[in-house]
């Protein structure tokens, strides 16, 4: 198997803005892609955490080798590694953060971390969702889900509420809003913002909308309203499609979306290709999960290179939320990899981080109040 350059590893980059930010997300435009390269090589950390975990985030002042853990109470720990198959552990001093809301870290200075609720910029929306997530066009424009309603009772998120459209604004004020049909929802506490086709329009916004009559389908907008893709319904009402995000995981390297078809009660990993103004199904996998019932946290699941060779694999929990799997995209459809195993059933979200040479490196909290490093 050809192992990637180093260049090709996407170490972060003191140039890059990027690289002293840590989302649950990983990537402000929402696209879950992690940088770094595997094979990981089989080094494992566990760590006794000061409570049960529900997000974890690297320190992006020290990748790969730091972490915080916010805890179930809102108090975060830091976990440190010691270089020796250790770390140290240590507990915030700040005031807890916010129950429940998916936190990010800034670094401020060269010592200096901030960690705090990734839900702030929603006050930049007039209408957003009570739980929206703020992606960006980089450089740009601020994107989130706007409009809450409550005539989609699916409630799989953790509310009542969905969206009834997406908003996309800027210092000056609203730039676009795109609002779904009357029977529809957005299904999602974040759009995400994707480079799908070569038009003037600029990027698209990716989101699950889902009706009482069909179900979730994945649909991209363009920014003037225009619907440039959308998936098959799954064909029932109140089922779920997880959107993970979107790169280049085949082996002809065309650009796939990747999503968990109801991860709740048999979940499926899909790739999905845009074809002729429309998302094909191009390949699946069944027995794995990305969201448990009634949570917050939508980011169990993400896109890296885990083995090396260059293209993106997904990273994705078992259906038993015990094991992490690693899966490759070939010619006819996923191979595993290889799977990481927990110890205990997965409390918080999958994070990943390259460290300052670009190996890749995984980590997640688990029910029994462990943090797992995977290097």
Known sequence: MPVAAADECLAPSLDDPASSLSRTDHAVTGNRVAGGCGPLEGDELEVALGGTPIWVLPDPSDRGSSWFVVLEDGTVDHVVDDGRGGAFVSQSERPPLPAGDPPLALQTGEDEVVVGSALGARGWFSDAL?????????????????????RYEHGVLGDAFEAAAIEVRDQAGPLARVAVELDEVVESTSAMVVELASNELGPELLVTVSDAAHGARLRAYGLDGSIIAESDAIGQGYRWLHQIGAGSLAPDGALEVIAVRTPHIGGVVEAYRLVDGRFELAASAAGYSSHQLGSANLDMALLADADGDGRLDVVVPTEALDEIALLARTSDGFDELGRLALGDRLRTNVAATPTADGRLVIAAGTEAGTLRVFR
Do not use: C, Y
């Open 130 to 150: 009570p739980d929206a997530r703020v992606t960006e066009i980089p450089g740009a424009a601020l994107v989130a889900p706007v409009g809450p309603t409550e």
